[in-house]
Each structure stands twice: as structure tokens, then as C-alpha cells.
């Protein structure tokens, strides 16, 4: 185990610190989490009674791999003829000292924390709290599960972006995961609700809405418990599915309007209903601006009668959320039952005129499935 930790943070000396700017102290952040979690077992460890092969072994493994504290201190006690248990008692103080001894060393941990800064702990004590132990053991390529900002790491690191995805995909399966497995009974709930708004033709889109608002509302105290970084995330998750859902059930090309008059009328029905989903989602804490638009530029696509007005909200819409793709597209067009088919392909067209967007960052449309 000794053997084990002691690679497991040269590794991070060697491959990890070179990654992170050097104000991150990456190295510290780890050393800190394997100090914890060693000197928590071991202390523990003391409550019981040893034989005398367990007790050698252990005042061996700090007095090899770490000498300098080990015999200062463990060879006074065990001179004086101590008990196991108490010698014991001094493997978690040596660990200490020999923890403050690396900081005067060659500098390779660092564990002087900035005061403000808040720093990673072990995944087994974030993920446990919410019902996410990892149940698997330590290891260098572990990356915690953290409270920094992800967006600044990735601002700061001066490496090419596949290695930076590479050194992040572990992090974010894991909490991808744990995101599922708390919001899966919720959206669970919310799919027969969303159901209805096909299935009554969009009849009183808005009491709807409001009871899968409650839906969400009235599971919101199940994650309070979360940190601040891991319950802004999956509001995020919620905030999504939420506009995710909604776009999906106009996209099911169950609902054909023939006049203008019915167009702007369900137009001002998204449109409240997108106000609602923002207000309710900004008010319990999801930071995903960039879902605002989703469902207001939409209705604005229902709303407008002239084709080449249509365009250039479409051209506009595109930018904004670059997976919009042309099947998506054809879904909302096909609501205006009064679009001739070439008009309706000239609208499609649009998305062929490649307006230098890039891939988009985050996934909305290509989350939803056209038909």
C-alpha cells in the first residue's frame, strides 16, 4: 500500500504537474487527499491490537520509504519498550512530519493551500454524500473530483486540446454517471408529463409546464446537500432535459397549422412557456445561459409568415446552436401548414451556406431525435 502511494504521486510529479499552471498546485492537492485518507486508516489501525509481524511490518513501511521521521521517531518508543499500539500511535505523526518535510525538499509537493482557493478531495468523500460511492481504489490516473472551475483549468492549460479531453474524460464519465443515477427517477417522472402536450395537441401548453415545473420543483431538496459546484452542474442537467424535452415534443410532427392566426398563437405559447423554464431554472441555480434562446428563437420561426424572414431567423438560429440540423428544421416547418414545399426547401437551404460556426461546445439538438 506504502509502495503503491509513494509511485502513485511520483506519477503525478512526473506526467501530472507539468500539465497544470503552477498557481493550481496540482501536486499538493493530491498529496493532501493520500495524506487523509493514510492517516485516517492508519490511526484506526492503532485501536487494535497487533502481533508482532503486523506491527513490524507497518513501523517498517515508515521507517524504509520514509527514514528521515521514522527512526526520530519510532525508535526512541519502541526502545523503551512501548506496546504495539502505542508505536503504532506515531505512524500517522510521522506521516505528518514527513509531509512538511517534502515542502523543504526539492519542492515537489506543495502544500501550502491559498486561503481562498478551494481545493480537490478524494472522489470517495464527494460522491459518497450523494449516493455515488466509486468503489474502486487510488491511483494516479484518479483525477478528484473538483470544485475548481473546469472551464479555468482548461483556459490555463497550455496543452493541446486532445490531451487536455484525455486527462478530463476520466472526471467526466464519472460524474456524467453519478448525474444520471440522481436525476434518472426524475426524468422518469417528467416523461408521461411531457407526453401530454402531443398527445392533447398542445391544448393548455402552459398548465403542463407548470405541473412538470412542480414535478421538478418538489425533487429540488433531494440534491440541496450537494456542493455548490457539483448542484450547479446538474441543475444544468435539469435546465436541458427541460428544453431538450420540450423541443422534442414540436419536433414529433404531430401538430399541422393552417393559418397564421394559429401559428402566432402557439408562438406565444412557447414563448411563455421558455420564460417560465428560465425563470424557474435561473431562480434554482443553473448557470446555462446559453439555453435561453433555444425556445424563444424558435417561436419566432413559428411566428414569422414571410419566407425570407424566415431565413434569416434560421441562418441567425444556426449560429446559436450549430447541431441544428436540417431534419430539425423540417420538423418545426412542417408545424406551418400554410409553407408551400418550395418555400419550405428554400428555408432548409439555408443551412447548407456554411456560416464559419464551429462545432458547438455543449450538445442541444443533436440530443433529440427527429420523427
Known amino acids: 500500500m506504502g509502495r503503491t502511494m509513494k509511485e502513485d504521486l511520483e506519477a503525478v510529479v512526473e506526467r501530472l504537474k507539468p500539465l497544470f499552471p503552477a498557481d493550481i498546485r496540482v501536486v499538493a492537492a493530491y498529496a493532501e487527499s493520500y495524506h487523509a485518507e493514510f ?197 444544468e442537467a435539469v435546465h436541458l432535459h427541460l428544453v431538450k424535452e420540450y423541443i422534442a415534443r414540436l419536433c414529433k410532427r404531430r401538430l399541422v397549422l393552417k393559418t397564421a392566426e394559429q401559428q402566432q398563437q402557439l408562438a406565444g405559447h412557447v414563448q411563455a412557456n421558455a420564460q417560465l423554464i428560465q425563470q424557474f431554472c435561473t431562480q434554482s441555480g443553473s448557470p446555462a445561459t446559453w439555453l435561453h434562446h433555444a425556445l424563444p428563437r424558435l417561436a419566432e420561426i413559428i411566428r414569422l409568415q414571410d419566407p425570407s424572414a424566415i431565413k434569416i431567423e434560421v441562418a441567425s438560429y444556426a449560429t446559436l446552436y450549430p447541431d441544428f440540423s436540417k431534419g430539425h428544421l423540417s420538423a418545426i416547418l412542417a408545424i406551418k401548414g400554410n409553407l408551400s414545399s418550395s418555400d419550405a426547401k428554400s428555408i432548409r437551404s439555408i443551412l447548407d451556406i456554411n456560416t464559419g460556426a464551429h462545432e458547438p461546445s455543449k450538445a442541444l439538438f443533436s440530443l433529440i431525435k427527429v420523427g
Open 39 to 235: 492517516a485516517s486508516q492508519l490511526s484506526a489501525l492503532t485501536q487494535f491490537e497487533l502481533c508482532q509481524r503486523d506491527t513490524y511490518m507497518l513501523l517498517l513501511w515508515v521507517q524504509k520509504l520514509y527514514p528521515k521521521p521514522g527512526q526520530r521517531l519510532l525508535r526512541p518508543n519502541i526502545t523503551q519498550g512501548s506496546s504495539a499500539s502505542s508505536s503504532l500511535a506515531f505512524v500517522p505523526m510521522c506521516w505528518d512530519i514527513q509531509v512538511k518535510g517534502w515542502t523543504s525538499s526539492s519542492g515537489a509537493v506543495e502544500l501550502r493551500f491559498e486561503q481562498k482557493r478551494q481545493y480537490w478531495d478524494c472522489n470517495s468523500e464527494h460522491l459518497s454524500s450523494a449516493g455515488l460511492q466509486a468503489g474502486r481504489g487510488w491511483g494516479w490516473h484518479d483525477l478528484p473530483a473538483s470544485c475548481v472551475s473546469r472551464t479555468s483549468l482548461e483556459q490555463q492549460w497550455q496543452t493541446p486540446p486532445d490531451l487536455r479531453s484525455s486527462l478530463l474524460r476520466p472526471l467526466n464519465e464519472l460524474k456524467s454517471h453519478g448525474f444520471d443515477t440522481l436525476l434518472q427517477s426524475l426524468f422518469g417522472d417528467l416523461k408521461p408529463l411531457f407526453k401530454r402536450f402531443t398527445q392533447t395537441c398542445w391544448a393548455a401548453p402552459q398548465q403542463t409546464l407548470e405541473e412538470i415545473v412542480s414535478a421538478v420543483a418538489e425533487r429540488m431538496p433531494e440534491f440541496s446537500e450537494l456542493q455548490d459546484c457539483f448542484r450547479e452542474e446538474l441543475l
